[in-house]
């Protein structure tokens, strides 16, 4: 998917002085929950978190094709969804005002009130149907996870039944945080936050393993694609590719902050955070981790 960059950091008040915010995971009954908490640590005093800043400007790279698609909440009527096809057509798939899911190619509208997606994972293949005319759109081997991702969102919000294989599947340890019927209705908004996780870590093991350490991150009540995709591009622009990657590794929670405060940070900080959370979670008991530290 690319390289994140992002424009950062203004240095802390005093060498002296980390900040660490993490989360405990509970479990209550059937369903586990996150309680946000906030430590400070400082030889001399508490740090205190600058205001909420506007956001810094800086290049989009990293899902770049995508940030249309990333607002910062899932909103309830998400923006339009453009990718290439295998004949080079310009696909925009379209949510109209009246509830109605539209699909142009090369701005030219092929189907109209689309009434059903047809999916086959092995051929990267729609399959669409409205009451008049139907047809297929078959998806490039390197279009990322987040087009059908963000797909199958769009196709719940606009109430059009998708058939065949699921846009995006979860793996077993990500569908068994969906502990209760609530988290589980959300599972379109779930496929949004896993599918940019494997934008970002090299396998999907290794994204396994982060959400294994905080299911905050594809939780849309506690995360969101703004947090994700923008704290990546801070952290890349920060510490570089190599160093990002291995931030994330050790302390994935970091992509649940808010890039905006993120920005603020420096990267002696971020990295010492990371490693301290990495330590702390690999000597606690699994149910008394600190699963990963995030900056709100």
Same mark, same amino acid.
């Given at each position: 998917c690319g390289t994140c960059r992002g424009s950062a950091a203004v240095s802390l008040a005093g060498q002296a002085k980390v900040l660490f915010l993490f989360s405990f995971n509970h479990q209550q009954g059937s369903r586990s929950f996150a309680v946000p908490s906030m430590s400070f640590f400082s030889v001399a005093s508490l740090l205190l978190v600058p205001p909420l800043g506007p956001s810094a400007s800086r290049p989009s790279t990293l899902f770049s094709r995508q940030r249309q698609l990333l607002p910062m909440t899932l909103p309830e009527q998400p923006p339009d969804i453009e990718f290439i096809d295998s004949v080079a057509d310009t696909m925009r798939f379209y949510l109209s005002s009246d509830g109605n899911l539209s699909v142009y190619a090369e701005e030219v509208l092929f189907y109209d009130a689309v009434s059903s997606i047809t999916f086959a994972a092995a051929e990267r293949k729609l399959w669409l149907e409205t009451d008049e005319v139907e047809g297929e759109i078959v998806l490039l081997p390197e279009e990322p996870p987040t087009t059908l991702a963000m797909l199958g969102l769009l196709a719940v919000r606009a109430k059009v039944p998708w058939l065949g294989d699921e846009c995006l599947m979860l793996p077993q340890q990500v569908e068994s945080k969906l502990v209760d019927s609530e988290l589980r209705a959300q599972r379109p908004a779930v496929r949004v936050l896993w599918a940019l996780?494997?934008?970002?870590?090299?396998?999907?093991?290794?994204?396994?393993?982060?959400?294994?350490? %905080?299911?905050?991150?594809?939780?849309?009540? $506690? /995360?969101?694609?703004? %947090?994700?995709?923008?704290?990546?591009?801070? $952290? /890349?622009d920060m510490l570089g590719a190599e160093e990002a990657l291995a931030v994330v590794t050790q302390n994935p929670g970091i992509l649940a902050s808010d890039p905006r405060l993120l920005a603020k940070s420096n990267a002696m900080t971020v990295k010492t955070v990371a490693g301290v959370v990495n330590t702390i979670d690999g000597t606690l008991p699994v149910w008394f981790r600190l699963p990963n530290s995030g900056i709100r």
């Open positions: 996780l494997l934008c970002i870590y090299p396998s999907q093991n290794a994204a396994i393993a982060a959400v294994e350490r %905080n299911s905050a991150l594809v939780m849309p009540n $506690l /995360n969101r694609p703004f %947090n994700l995709e923008g704290s990546w591009e801070v $952290l /890349n």
